[in-house]
């Protein structure tokens, strides 16, 4: 396992199931577009879309069980629906801590989310956190999502600091992977006894306020 970064210059923290306790809206949001074409949805299918942009969410959702219409109108079919939903979403626990402590630390915060810009803008005026985080990489913006490392490392080129100083912030395994392979320290917030060895050096963390105490001490 990879050793702990104390007072980072800058993190880097994907949005769904991570900053935003959304998990749950989503996968309402893919069950409701599934079955208005008549398919149930499995939760292993939903835990393998934790990471890929969602236009890609959608491409392989089609590809999986061939569904009526074109990419474009599927795609917006699924946005809607999300948009419908996303309003309920609250920061998870301790990420307002989490965020309000980088800055007062001096430190970047970047959200890497495959959700989009627009979107994740939004969630974070209503939220009121947008004075938090100083930029987002977006799905919007990318060729390859995650695990793909292109995300991280497209943040990364954006943050005015060495390697060395930056840590990523995840949920899934998708995302950890993505964040290892652009070469940077990452902490996986989960409260399952995952194999470090699955993870390729993945650091574990309970929650993001145990991650406050790990990088800044308790308050």
């Keep these: 396992m990879t050793t702990s ?12 199931g991570t900053l935003a306790d959304s998990l749950a809206v989503m996968r309402v949001a893919y069950q409701q577009f ?5 398919v149930q949805g499995t939760d292993d299918e939903f835990a393998s879309l934790n990471g890929p942009p969602l236009h890609e969410v959608v491409r392989r959702l089609n590809a999986n069980h061939s569904l009526a219409g074109d990419t474009d109108a599927l795609t917006a079919k699924y946005f809607h629906i999300i948009d419908q939903l ?10 307002r801590e989490l965020l309000t402590k980088a800055k007062e630390h001096g430190c970047l915060v970047c959200i890497v989310t495959s959700n ?11 939220v009121d956190l947008e004075q938090c985080v100083d930029f987002i990489v977006s799905g919007d913006e ?12 497209l943040a990364s080129q954006r943050v005015d600091c060495p390697i060395t100083g930056i ?7 998708q995302g950890a992977q993505s964040a290892i392979g652009a070469g940077l320290k990452t902490y996986l917030v989960t ?7 699955v993870l390729h050096g993945a650091m574990l963390v309970r929650s993001l306020g145990c ?6 001490g308790p308050a």
């Design 5 to 16: 970064l104390t007072s980072p210059r800058a993190i880097l923290i994907d949005l769904d």
């Design 34 to 38: 599934l079955e208005g074409f008549q």
């Design 86 to 95: 996303y309003d309920g979403v609250s920061p998870s626990p301790g990420a």
């Design 116 to 126: 989009s810009t627009k979107r994740t803008q939004a969630w974070l005026a209503l």
């Design 142 to 153: 990318v060729k390859f999502g995650k695990p793909h490392p292109e995300p991280y490392l």
């Design 167 to 173: 840590i990523a912030v995840e949920d899934s395994i």
């Design 191 to 197: 409260s399952l006894n995952e194999d470090p060895d």
């Design 211 to 216: 991650l406050v105490n790990d990088l800044w």
